[in-house]
């Protein structure tokens, strides 16, 4: 029944408007049909939607990696444009979501270890640690360094 073209028409439909507010809907169902819309995705990310939204976690996870490097550096300036609780959390879940994007996060995780909150800063020193060391900065490297001892 999943196979039916109506099925992938309908999502991919949802998904042609980046800016619906339900954008995000569409994701799981995209993904149970084997459907990636990338383009999507990143067209998506382009309308500055809240860091909290679903569909950050879901480009990380998906876009593959020659898109990762883009989808950081949309997050990174949407953050800086952002204050207050979405701020906060915002950097809790990228020092999360970082953790298999050695390559590309560490100015985002630099920013988290940074962070008022413990809670943000314990999960960005955790990621850090999971990195394989051959993939550090030189300035990542000698920040695990630091706190490692």
């Given at each position: 029944m999943l196979r039916a073209p109506r099925w992938a028409a309908l999502v991919?439909?949802?998904?042609?408007?980046?800016?619906?507010?339900?954008?995000?809907?569409?994701?799981?169902?995209?993904?149970?049909?084997?459907?990636?819309?990338?383009?999507?995705?990143?067209?998506?990310l382009e309308?500055?939607?809240?860091l909290l939204e679903p569909t950050w976690?879901?480009?990380l996870r998906?876009?593959?990696?020659?898109?990762?490097?883009?989808?950081l550096d949309l997050a990174e300036r949407r953050l800086a444009a952002t204050s207050g609780p979405e701020h906060d959390h915002a950097l809790?879940?990228?020092?999360?979501?970082?953790?298999?994007?050695p390559e590309h996060g560490w100015p985002l995780l630099r920013y988290a270890l940074t962070s008022g909150a413990p809670e943000t800063r314990r999960t960005?020193?955790?990621t850090l640690a999971a990195w394989p060391v051959d993939a550090l900065t030189r300035e990542a490297a000698a920040h695990l360094r630091r706190t490692t001892g």
């Open positions: 991919l439909g949802h998904l042609a408007d980046p800016r619906r507010p339900d954008f995000h809907l569409a994701l799981r169902p995209a993904e149970v049909l084997g459907l990636t819309p990338t383009a999507a995705l990143l067209a998506r309308t500055g939607p809240s976690a879901h480009a998906h876009c593959g990696r020659q898109h990762v490097a883009r989808i809790l879940l990228f020092a999360h979501l970082l953790r298999g994007h960005a020193s955790s």
